[in-house]
DNA sequence: TCCAGAAGTTACAACGTTGTAGAACGAAGG
DNA sequence: CCTTCGTTCTACAACGTTGTAACTTCTGGA
């Protein structure tokens, strides 16, 4: 039913594999053939079968991308530049949404619809060092997040210790000193909440401020809804404080709303600071203080590294970390001194 | 190098052939033999091909869901439910990008990619009438968005009219009599902002209110920045309005951003209404009154509607269209009459 | 005891492509 | 005119799976 190799040879009158060297770029085949093979697969609408292909050479040509939910936003943008990325690459991109979970995360990399990709992009929240096995097959595999374990595959990361211990300062600087946290997760072992709560506190350390437990409020998802349910946990048991900082901005601005309905005014009573830098973040109201961690640069650097682990021979190179630069945006929620 | 049926036939003392029955569910096997075998593929943690499957059984057990962008909040929910929904029904889901671009959409359609995929799902924006060829192809196809052209295929849609007119209506029910618009795209031949417009007008004229020209604002992409570019013309040219319907929710938010950098109070001086409920809505201050379109109840229609063009005969059955339920959400920033 | 039919297993041929090896052809060099 | 060597094209064999059809081996009834 659909057209073959064969059908575009049988009109081109040659045989079948010299229209799969015209495809394939072949360079010594003469013009007059090239064109009359080219002439049959426009007039057939002939289109190569990619399974075919696939079985034969190995080579599938589409990439995994795995992130806990796409309808957190941070996931969203970022799969939205990754998909761009791997187009740019001649790359399909597949997305799997793994919630988060350990199980899931495994289950993923144990399943066989891997093997119809070339590689994987993860950012995982429920892994741990005992997992590295899992991570040891022929796959490659890209990380999103820092290297906190030992894994043998790649790292794209942002800065998390650093530019959350920066966004700690940057508030202390305007004058603040009673800095609640939202996002805190003792769950996770070691991923961007206890990176960034480490940063905090190494900022906090640095000028002389005392770390308060009472100001730290958890939050296991980073949906707005766990922002708001965190700032209603700290203002519930009357926690003070003049500022505070979101681990990512829905946090912050789930927290944002509630300080609002409370008649706390952001930022003359409290300052409010995110990460991420959401789309979002710049049209909120106030518009919100966040950092940005570079996703962009995140999506294209993890793709690019992914490419060179397929490319011929680059499955033997050493495993790379490289980690995006940072910056505070200054906006309203958190006004600089 | 990968495990292959032989691989583990061997190790059984089977034919291969008994393995790939095991392996799909056949029913006349003797237990000790599925047994043999189950331990087999155990032991060598075989995981089938699935390029070879496809190459041979036609079925990829993949769908491509095509969105203009993943990083409009709208398509990054409704994505997140098709995948999810994919998922349940044991199908991977490959994205797609087409920036809402005529030619990239037809592109797509074109595309060798999609023979790796038992079918689309495709939110369109740039096709016309005139493209209804491209979609006669073999491959099932689900559009999302109204019924406007006779194009041969299935259609789950959101009643944007009706929807667009209820949310005027309610602009006018609490008192509101110069209700601007935001996103009027003419470009666009018969897409969601064309149908949202005729909902608004159609509320205008059913109550009496003049329609007037002034009050309509473009925009192209439906991004936050787009709503604030428009909102800002609005106010340039010194229109008045005590309203304003933002034709989807990051629309709706960019314009309140810059209502309230203007000075101007919402609700009191201006009311603001969107169209999505996006998470986003609840915890915008104010919150965005906004029009649920059944997002979740699209997403999984669209699934399943694509399931039963895949399943055997499932080819030959009429085109169909199938709309969602929708909803006014009141919220904070146009409250009720 | 034999036979029919079901249960259980296997052999073989695809699916459509690319890799390898080599055949046919022509041009250049002696 | 023969040899050599590139160019151009082709034949054949995989890749790993499933569909078809056939072959055994059982089971139960006459």
Redesign the pocket.
Known sequence: M?V???DVAELAG?????V??V??GYP???PA?REKVERAIAELGYK??LS??S???GRTDTIALAVPELNLSYFAELASFVIAAAEEAGLVTLVEQTGGDRARELALLQSPRLNRTDGLILSPLGLGQEDAAALAGPLPVVMLGERTFDWPCDHVTMRNVEAARAATEYLIASGRRRIAVIGENEAEVMGSARLRLRGYREALAAHGIEYDERLVARATLWHRADGARAMHDLLDRGAEFDAVFGFNDTLALGAMRVLQEAGLRVPADVAVLGFDDLDEAAYAIPSLTTVDPGREWIARTAVETLLSRIAPGGADAEPRTRAAAFAVVERESAPPA
């Open positions: 659909a073959t190799l064969r040659v045989s079948f594999k010299t799969s060297n495809i394939n010594h085949i003469r053939t190569p079968n075919a292909r079985l034969r050479s």
